[in-house]
Nanobody, 119 residues
Framework: QVQLVESGGGLVQAGGSLRLSCAAS????????LGWYRQALGKNRELVAM???????SYTDSVKGRFTISRDYARKSVFLQMNSLKPEDTAVYYC?????????????WGQGTQVTVSS
């Protein structure tokens, strides 16, 4: 089992920055991919950014150039640096992890952290 705990959400004005953190515990040595999803009110959950094994990263188009995903050396935490935030970035952000190199139905999830961007 893997446990994920997010932190760092909050309220910020448009153009501002936030840094989300996700602390992982449990059988983390089995984890292959870590990432961040978000779900805005009334919308489906979407993959925002992911980092795989050796450090390969991927981002959804709407955040490219503004968000950066990273992890610590021991892979015990994953971070999402969010710059130039826009009101449309408002959502609950979830940390996710999976033993596969992609997110599957067996992925592990955090409880979510709210990010609100005011205009």
């Amino acid at each position: 089992q893997v446990q994920l705990v997010e932190s760092g959400g909050g309220l910020v004005q448009a153009g501002g920055s936030l840094r989300l953190s996700c602390a992982a515990s449990g059988s983390i040595s089995t984890i292959n991919v870590l990432g961040w999803y978000r779900q805005a009110l009334g919308k489906n959950r979407e993959l925002v950014a992911m980092i795989i094994g050796g450090g390969l990263t991927s981002y959804t188009d709407s955040v490219k150039g503004r968000f950066t995903i990273s992890r610590d050396y021991a892979r015990k935490s994953v971070f999402l640096q969010m710059n130039s935030l826009k009101p449309e970035d408002t959502a609950v952000y979830y940390c996710a992890a999976d033993r596969r190199p992609i997110f599957s139905t067996n992925a592990y999830w955090g409880q979510g952290t709210q990010v609100t961007v005011s205009s």
